[in-house]
């Protein structure tokens, strides 16, 4: 038996279900890459609001583009869109819930016109992505939006098989229909988000016709935000230890970290939901609360990442049940990091960190330092070198955050501290391996290596407080070196 409305009835006891009527619920948002992070953050929080009897023009209709959606498309069909979420507590605890707040799903390819006449209909208020930070065809190098992509939308705008081209033939036809525009909300985990969307779609639609762009700068919003729920990817162990638990087939559940998060810009071309009614934190700038998350959570995995490794710890929740390390991390947020972010309304920056460490803790989630690691050499210069910069402006120490450069850079020898081999995934490998060798005959080297970590590199403080800590670790292993970089605080 498959999970669905008709066999509801049969789910085992322990299982929340949806107590409001899903046919009073009438659509508004359209969210393309309806995957894992949507189902666990969007979805439940929309499905909270229906169940405090709010926001129920508000449903969600969801889209899938890809060939890999077809997956979805079936299952969504089969359970008339209904599926479960499962958090996974720290102690072990899993909280079920079956979520109602999709009330449709639309695979576009099966009619691609049929969709684009959806959102050109007044209904279609908010159209939200979570297509991945590379689905914006933003080329890393100019940071444009990569036109050669979409050459086949261009020249076929009323079959479009993109996002770019489905979406902005829809604001075409509102344009012309004298519909008024809606809101694009980006939820991919990109800094400024929205203004990469916004670059997006506006690229696309003026390679079709300037006074298209135009209408859509000045009729569509396009809001940041910052987003955050640990949501691993859906294992069949997960699936059918989910499935037993409920009695019925869920032939796609969804698991996460008790944690959510979602600091959104309030600006909406045709309404919004009640948001700030459940977990939302609505605020003219994310821009702080992004400076935030980079320099507190992904620094702090950088910062745990390289010297877990090396200590031969396999998964966050092992590098994190470690007091040194915990110690560490912590210290680095709180005497480097904390000093170089701006104020964050609504925010208490102590139990945020505190929090922080209690999710890397979580032994349910399952993740993995090697992950951590995959691609650092992109990482570094994005979460760590700032807090660098930062500080050197102003004169103050860089001792823990220029440790975490290191430890990047000893991991870069591809073995732990017993000598055991490490597997370096890293897009830059190449000069990576060259950095490596270059820096084992002398760290101050690391001035060569503007075109990874950028100018830091040339500043002499920074130079002489690698050396320093690099001879240590190379010499006397991370457990020493550790205690020696912590013993001064
Ligand atoms: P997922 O693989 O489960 O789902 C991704 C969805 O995006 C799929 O439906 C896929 O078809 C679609 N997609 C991929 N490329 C696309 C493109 N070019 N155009 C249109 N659709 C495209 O992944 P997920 O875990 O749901 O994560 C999606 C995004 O959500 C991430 O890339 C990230 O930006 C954001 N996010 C994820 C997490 C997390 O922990 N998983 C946390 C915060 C934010």
């Known amino acids: 038996i498959i999970l669905n409305p008709l066999t509801l009835n049969k789910v085992k006891d322990g299982v929340r ?11 508004g948002i359209f969210h393309f890459g309806v995957g894992g992070f949507h189902r666990a953050h969007q979805a439940l929080i929309m499905d909270n609001l229906f169940t405090m009897g709010l926001a129920k023009d508000w449903g969600i209709c969801g889209v899938g583009i890809m060939p890999v959606d077809q997956k979805m498309r079936d299952v969504m069909r089969d359970q008339n869109c209904l599926y479960t979420l499962v958090e996974k507590e720290s102690s072990g605890q899993l909280n079920y819930r079956v979520i109602g707040s999709i009330i449709e799903y639309i695979y576009a390819p099966d009619d691609v016109n049929a969709l684009i006449e959806r959102l050109t209909k007044p209904e279609a208020r908010i159209v939200s992505l979570t297509i991945t930070e590379g689905g914006y065809n933003t080329n890393p190098v100019t940071g444009e939006f990569d036109l050669s992509l979409v050459q086949d939308d261009l020249k076929n705008p009323k079959n479009p098989k993109t996002v770019f081209g489905i979406v902005v033939e829809a604001l075409k036809r509102r344009k012309e229909r004298g519909v008024s525009g809606f809101t694009i909300m980006s939820c991919d985990n990109l800094q400024e988000n929205g203004k990469i969307a916004k670059k997006s779609f506006l690229s696309f639609a003026e390679a079709i016709d300037k006074d298209l762009s135009t209408w859509i700068e000045k009729n569509v919003t396009f ?27 869920d032939q796609w559940p969804v698991v996460c970290e008790p944690f959510i998060q979602w600091v959104l810009e309030d600006d909406f071309a045709a309404g919004r939901p009640t948001y700030e009614k459940n977990i939302v934190q609505l605020v003219k700038n994310v821009a702080p609360y992004e ?3 980079l320099r507190l959570i992904n620094a702090g995995h950088q910062a745990i990442a390289y010297f877990g490794l090396l200590l031969d710890h396999f998964y966050v929740h092992e590098a994190t049940q470690n007091d040194q390390i915990v110690k560490y991390l912590q210290s680095y947020m709180d005497f480097e990091a904390t000093s170089t972010l701006d104020p964050v309304d609504g925010i208490d920056l102590n139990q945020y960190k505190s929090t922080i460490i209690k999710r890397f803790q979580n032994p349910n989630v399952l993740d993995t330092l090697a992950r951590l690691a995959v691609d650092g050499s992109d990482r570094i210069p994005k979460f760590v070198i700032p ?34 081999k490490i597997q370096i995934v890293d897009r830059m490998n190449e000069k990576l391996s060259v950095l490596d060798k270059k820096l084992r005959k002398d760290p101050t080297a690391i001035s060569d290596a503007q075109e990874i970590f950028g100018d830091v590199v040339k500043n002499k403080i920074f130079i002489s407080t690698f050396k320093e800590i690099y001879e240590k670790l190379q010499n006397e292993g991370a457990k020493k070196t550790l205690d020696w970089l912590l013993s001064k605080y």
Do not use: A, H, Q
């Open 17 to 27: 279900l949806p107590t409001y009527d899903r046919s009073e619920i009438k659509t």
């Open 291 to 293: 400076l935030m998350k």
């Open 223 to 249: 809001p940041c935000s910052m987003v955050d729920r640990i949501t691993p990817v859906t294992t069949e162990v997960d699936r059918l230890k989910i499935s037993e638990k409920l009695g019925v087939v």
């Open 387 to 420: 807090v660098i910069e930062d500080r050197l402006t102003k004169c103050e120490s860089v001792w823990l955050s220029t440790s975490v450069v290191v430890s990047f850079t000893r991991y870069l020898n591809g073995v732990d501290d017993k000598g055991k």
